[in-house]
């Protein structure tokens, strides 16, 4: 069974700073691999999806990498804003858009 | 783009009750719905996949008599948490994508606050 792992589960960083999450996942077929926000108490919201053929995807201050063969991805944000304070849920996609979540990073921003 | 929208966002009942969650697509057909749970500090779990016109298909460890699942149109899911519990009280969020290949995104709900007392 896929087991998603979220290092560090907390994380605290002065705001301008940049920062990386990292995920990491035990079975290497999966079909994608994407990145959430989820504020508290809210739903989720997509941030980057990367397909298992990609190595990276970037959006704004965000860019996600995903190196299939050592079963690890990460997340890089540039310029840590305290609007990106949130918790961030890595998922694997294995197939028929069924999801396999980390327990997520929770991220504050100090202003 | 996809929207999902979940109804209602948070809803406190009595043990013994029954409670019914609402999971719309918006702006596209859905066949697929999923269906997931997330405790306190947890992640979340997926509960049941959704599918219209057929019956739901739930993950191990699920009751499927207590968690009914009807998907009855290509735009609406339904999750009942029959004969509810303290220990239901959890966030569910419901999930779906628009038709096509596997690698397209999911899309959340806001969820749905359950309090049981």
């Known amino acids: 069974k896929q087991e998603v792992t979220q290092i560090p589960a907390a994380l605290s960083v002065p705001e301008g700073e940049n920062l990386v999450l990292n995920c990491s996942f035990t079975?290497?077929?999966?079909?994608?691999l994407q990145w959430f926000r989820q504020d508290p108490g809210k739903g989720l919201t997509s941030l980057l999806l990367?397909?298992?053929?990609?190595r990276e995807q970037t959006s704004g201050r965000l860019n996600a990498s995903l190196d299939k063969s050592s079963g690890r991805s990460t997340l890089y944000i540039a310029a840590s804003q305290p609007g990106d304070s949130a918790t961030y849920l890595c998922?694997?996609?294995?197939?028929?858009?069924?999801?396999?979540f980390g327990t997520g990073t929770r991220l504050t921003v100090i202003p | 783009g996809a929207v999902v929208s979940q109804h209602p966002s948070w809803v406190i009942c009595k043990s013994g009750t029954s409670v019914k969650i609402e999971c719309r697509s918006l702006?596209?057909?859905?066949?697929?719905m999923f269906w997931y749970r997330q405790f306190p500090k947890q992640s979340l779990m997926l509960m049941a996949t959704?599918?219209?016109?057929?019956?739901?298909?739930?993950e191990q460890g699920v009751e499927k008599d207590k968690f009914l699942i009807n998907h009855a149109s290509l735009t609406l899911s339904t999750l009942t948490v029959t004969s509810a519990h303290p220990e239901d009280s959890s966030f569910y969020i419901c999930?779906?994508?628009?038709?096509?290949?596997?690698?397209?995104?999911?899309?959340f709900g806001n969820g749905t606050r359950l309090t049981v007392t």
């Open positions: 999930s779906a994508s628009p038709p096509g290949d596997l690698n397209s995104p999911l899309h």
């Open positions: 079975d290497s077929a999966i079909y994608n």
């Open positions: 990367i397909q298992s053929s990609q």
């Open positions: 998922a694997v996609g294995t197939g028929a858009n069924n999801l396999f």
């Open positions: 702006d596209f057909q859905a066949t697929t």
């Open positions: 959704s599918n219209e016109g057929s019956k739901a298909t739930y």
